[in-house]
T-cell receptor
């Protein structure tokens, strides 16, 4: 089992819709969770971090964490074509706070 | 501007050659990292360093070497022992919270 799993996609949504990106992780003791956006040929950029159960909102982005289910998600409201990118989920495992384990990413395509 | 600078942006390696990728940060971060990304893949950890003069192997360290003589600098050498070096190499640094990345170096084999 991979440590951090994401559906590779592509996830295709129409402009203005809500995009829902999902991530599961295997280390139950993980404490820190991050979502990065990576445009083709570019480096990842941090868009959200979440540390406790529940929702965290930042503009059009909402991160959701459920530690009991070992599940973290990212919702993008009012999706725009400029949101088309690969979204990487990253997790800090228990006992290794200096590390960040990445999923393989989900490719999001927002159709105009 | 604070940030992480990687150079060169593109690099070509000949058979049997060692090449060095540069990474410099002015964020005053203690921890620095090197990741490799292959097409359609996630990021795999090569090496990381938490303090000057100390570094640890990541998941795919074979064929690579690093040094950390200064807090600001963490160069990566891709040795001739790395038989499949073609990839996108990302340097990162981290404060206790978030990890930030440089723009990356794309390495290809001639």
């Amino acid at each position: 089992q991979k440590e951090v799993e994401q559906n590779s996609g592509p996830l295709s949504v129409p402009e203005g819709a809500i995009a829902s990106l999902n991530c599961t992780y295997s280390d139950r003791g993980s404490q820190s969770f991050f979502w990065y956006r990576q445009y083709s040929g570019k480096s990842p950029e941090l868009i959200m971090s979440i540390y406790s159960n529940g929702d965290k909102e930042d503009g059009r982005f909402t991160a959701q964490l459920n530690k009991a289910s070992q599940y973290v998600s990212l919702l993008i409201r009012d999706s725009q074509p400029s949101d088309s990118a690969t979204y990487l989920c990253a997790v800090t495992p228990e006992g290794a706070t200096n590390k960040l384990i990445f999923g393989t990413g989900t490719l999001l395509a927002v159709q105009p | 501007d604070g940030g992480i600078t990687q150079s060169p942006k593109y690099l070509f390696r000949k058979e049997g050659q060692n090449v060095t990728l540069s990474c410099e940060q002015n964020l005053n971060h203690d921890a620095m990292y090197w990741y490799r990304q292959d097409p359609g893949q996630g990021l795999r950890l090569i090496y990381y360093s938490q303090i000057v003069n100390d570094f640890q192997k990541g998941d795919i360290a074979e064929g690579y070497s690093v040094s950390r003589e200064k807090k600001e600098s963490f160069p990566l050498t891709v040795t001739s022992a790395q038989k499949n070096p073609t990839a996108f190499y990302l340097c990162a640094s981290r404060d206790p919270g978030t990890m930030a990345f440089g723009a990356g170096t794309r390495l290809s084999v001639l």
